[in-house]
C-alpha cells in the first residue's frame, strides 16, 4: 500500500517519497492524534481562522494548545502567524476549506521560510481534495518544494472514492521518519490488510487515475451546470458566486437585509442544508454574514433546477 501511494504521488503531485515515509491510518482523525504523539504536545499550533473546528477539537483532546491566525489574499496570515508565537502550522494550501482559496507559490515559500528559521517548526499540509482541481495546472504541494524536511503531508481517499473507505495517510519528512518508528513503530495499523491490498491493486493497475479523470469530469460538468443556473436564475445579480475552479464546494454571497439565524430558518422550511460562512470562524467577522457553502458533491444534476429555485423561494420571498 505504502509503495502504491509513493508512485501514485510521484505521478499525480510530483512528490518523491520513499514507501517508508508514509503512515497509512484509517482517517485524518487519527493521523493527527498520532502526529501529537510523535512531536509532543510542548508546541504551538496555528490553525486557520476560518476552518474546521473539529481539527481544533482533535488537538485540543489530545492536550496541544491551539491559536488562530487569520487569511489574507495569500493565505494564513505571515504576521499572526509570528506574533502567535506558533510553532507548528496546520494549513490547506491547495482549496482552503471553507474560503476555498488556493495559496500562491510565493505565500508558500515564505511559509517554508519560517518553517526554517528555528529549530522544531513544522508545517502540516492537509492536501484534502487536491485532486479536484478543474482549470490549469496543479499547484506544487509544499512538501514538493520543501528542502528543509519540514513539511508533513497528509491525504485521504474519503473524498475521492467514498467516504466509506477511511483510508487516509500522511508523508513524514525524512528526519521523521525514524522518531516514528522509535516512539510509534510499534502500533498496528489501522486499516485491514484486505482494504490495504485491494486498493494497491486498483492504483497500480492504474484504475485509480482513471477513476480521478472521470470524477474530474463528473464534477466540472455538476459545477458548471450549477454556476450556469445560479446565473440564469431570479437570484442573478443578487447573489456574488466565490469560487476558484477548485474542490467540492464554492461560496454563495446573498445581497439581502436578512440575517444569518432567519436565512437558515428559511432554507430549513425549504429543505435546504446550507452551512454559514459565520460558522466556521472562531472570531466574529464582518465580512461572513449573508455568505453560505454550496457543497454540490452529492446533490444530482437533475434535482439542480429544483434546489435553486427552492433557494431563491427562501432568499427573495417577502415572508
Not at 503531508?153 to 508523508?171: A, E, G
Not at 522518531?179 to 490495504?196: I, R
Amino acid at each position: 500500500m505504502r509503495q502504491a501511494v509513493s508512485g501514485h504521488l510521484q505521478r499525480f503531485r510530483g512528490m518523491y517519497a520513499s514507501p517508508s515515509q508514509i503512515v497509512i491510518g484509517a482517517g485524518t482523525e487519527y493521523l493527527y492524534s498520532l502526529i501529537v504523539r510523535l512531536l509532543g504536545t510542548r508546541h504551538i499550533i496555528c490553525l486557520e481562522d476560518p476552518g474546521y473546528a473539529k481539527v481544533r477539537r482533535i488537538y485540543e483532546s489530545n492536550g496541544m494548545t491551539c491559536r488562530y491566525a487569520p487569511l489574507d489574499d495569500g493565505g494564513i496570515s505571515m504576521d499572526a502567524l509570528r506574533q502567535l508565537h506558533a510553532s507548528i502550522a496546520h494549513i490547506s494550501p491547495s482549496h482552503h476549506f471553507p474560503i476555498g482559496r488556493v495559496m500562491p507559490i510565493a505565500r508558500r515559500y515564505e511559509l517554508l521560510g519560517w518553517a526554517n528559521e528555528t529549530e522544531g517548526r513544522y508545517i502540516i499540509e492537509d492536501d484534502y481534495d487536491s485532486e479536484f482541481r478543474f482549470t490549469g495546472k496543479p499547484v506544487p504541494t509544499l512538501f514538493s518544494i520543501d528542502a528543509g524536511g519540514k513539511v508533513i503531508y497528509m491525504n485521504t481517499f474519503s473524498k475521492t472514492l467514498t467516504p466509506t473507505i477511511r483510508i487516509s495517510y500522511m508523508v513524514l519528512p525524512p528526519e521523521l521518519v525514524q522518531p516514528f518508528q522509535e516512539s510509534l513503530g510499534f502500533l498496528s495499523c489501522t486499516v485491514s490488510n484486505f482494504e490495504q491490498y485491494t486498493l494497491a491493486r486498483f492504483i497500480n493497475d492504474g484504475y485509480f487515475e482513471k477513476h480521478l479523470n472521470r470524477m474530474r469530469t463528473y464534477y466540472r460538468k455538476k459545477r458548471d451546470l450549477l454556476i450556469h443556473t445560479l446565473k440564469k436564475s431570479a437570484l442573478a445579480g443578487k447573489a456574488d458566486i466565490i469560487e476558484q475552479c477548485a474542490g467540492l464546494h464554492f461560496l454563495l454571497r446573498f445581497h439581502t437585509s436578512l440575517d444569518d439565524i432567519c436565512l437558515k430558518e428559511r432554507f430549513q422550511k425549504q429543505g435546504l442544508h446550507l452551512a454559514a460562512l459565520s460558522g466556521y470562524y472562531h472570531e466574529p467577522h464582518p465580512d461572513a454574514s449573508h455568505t453560505y457553502l454550496i457543497n454540490y458533491s452529492s446533490l444530482e444534476s437533475k434535482k439542480i433546477p429544483e434546489a435553486i429555485e427552492r433557494l431563491c423561494q427562501a432568499v427573495l420571498s417577502e415572508s
